[in-house]
């Protein structure tokens, strides 16, 4: 099927209105109604090409929400109607170690919700900033927020989920002391996360201006990381800080306000390498750094459960498609609080 979509046929070229054809459900596939999709900052560097390996023509998109309109004849968890999304996986290959434990975000063959391959035309994946889409049952997720809330559910599923799934693994918890680096569209998630989890939250910004708005995210301190004195005052007391950043920075200045075995965790993608950190501010404490990736099926759906009973979802801009290429523009310049959604039923004007 023929379906509206917005995206580039170039690296260099803007996002427009395109065709893009879809496949007929299979017996295990879920045709979904788009009705919104966040806009991720991964979305400007893929489409861009300043990722290698960009497949043209180019949909992103991987913050997908809206509702069942078929399902194939041996789908038996999900009926028309229901209320869905698709985050950043839409295939993996089922059988291996990772795939077995939930873990689909780091299988070898994971397939990403746009430019990954598929047999499908154009011969790669195409993602939601289209009408439709139709993933297998198994990467499809559960919405239990209100309607009403749904285009801020949308971020979920990127944003959400990355910072979600370190806060899990570390299990940060009541009587633990957060820390939460950078409040944009990752770190406002964290910062509610953190909190909703019964954490002691501390947001770390360069900006004085943000104090307050921290604050109301639910930040119970925030800290101006360019002042060495407040950053001082709270040495060696952290369990657990994520780091939200996507642009290269001194991570020592965050490592040694880590306790004993804490740990920082990086989940911004900078475009160039972080200076290397001071092997002894890990030693002399048995502080560990580490990465994560979004996170598996099974972890992404309880975490929209989770943000479903504590009433949590993204603070969201919407915009019109034909909207998306000053979006991204204002997205560089940090100007949106704190992501972008698209109203995809924008994209048949």
């Given amino acids: 099927m023929s379906i509206h979509a917005y995206g580039a046929h170039a690296g260099d070229q803007p996002l427009e209105p395109m065709n893009i054809t879809r496949r007929t459900p299979g017996a295990h596939d879920v ?64 059988h291996c170690a990772d795939c077995a434990e939930g873990l689909e975000n780091y299988c070898d063959e994971m397939i990403g919700t746009y430019n990954f391959p598929t047999p499908d035309a154009p011969g790669h994946t195409l993602g939601g900033y289209s009408e439709q889409i139709v993933v297998h049952e198994r990467y499809v997720l559960r919405i239990r927020h209100p309607e009403a809330q749904l285009a801020a559910v949308a971020p979920l599923l990127c944003a959400g989920i990355t910072t979600y799934s370190p806060l899990r693994h570390w299990q940060v918890g009541p ?47 925030v800290v101006v990381s360019r002042n060495a004195e407040e950053m001082a005052a709270h040495a060696n007391s952290f369990e657990f800080i994520l780091n939200t950043v996507a642009a290269p920075h001194d991570l020592d200045a965050f490592l040694t306000l880590l306790k004993r075995d804490g740990n920082l965790t990086l989940v911004g993608a900078p475009s160039s390498p972080h200076p290397s950190p001071e092997v002894f501010n890990l030693i002399m404490k048995r502080r560990s750094l580490s990465g994560s990736m979004i996170g598996g099926i099974p972890e992404t759906q ?3 459960d989770f943000c479903a009973e504590h009433g949590i979802v993204a603070d969201i801009e919407m915009i019109r498609a034909d909207q998306v290429n000053d979006a991204y523009e204002r997205m560089l310049k940090g100007d949106v609080k704190y992501r972008f959604v698209m109203d995809i039923a924008t994209l048949a004007d």
């Fill in 31 to 94: 045709q979904i109604d788009i009705a919104y999709c966040g806009v991720c900052h991964s979305d400007i560097h893929q489409v861009r090409a300043e990722w290698a390996g960009t497949l043209f023509p180019c949909v992103p998109g991987h913050e997908i929400v809206g509702r069942v309109a078929a399902v194939g004849a041996h789908v038996s968890d999900y009926q028309v109607g229901d209320l869905v999304g698709v985050g950043c996986i839409v295939d993996s290959c089922k």
């Fill in 302 to 304: 309880e975490m929209l």
């Fill in 175 to 221: 009587g633990h002391k957060v820390g939460v680096v950078g409040i944009g569209g990752l770190g406002h998630m964290g910062i509610k996360l953190a909190h909703a989890m019964g954490a002691h939250v501390v947001a770390f910004t360069t900006s004085e201006s943000k104090r307050e708005a921290a604050k109301a995210l639910g930040a119970d301190e």
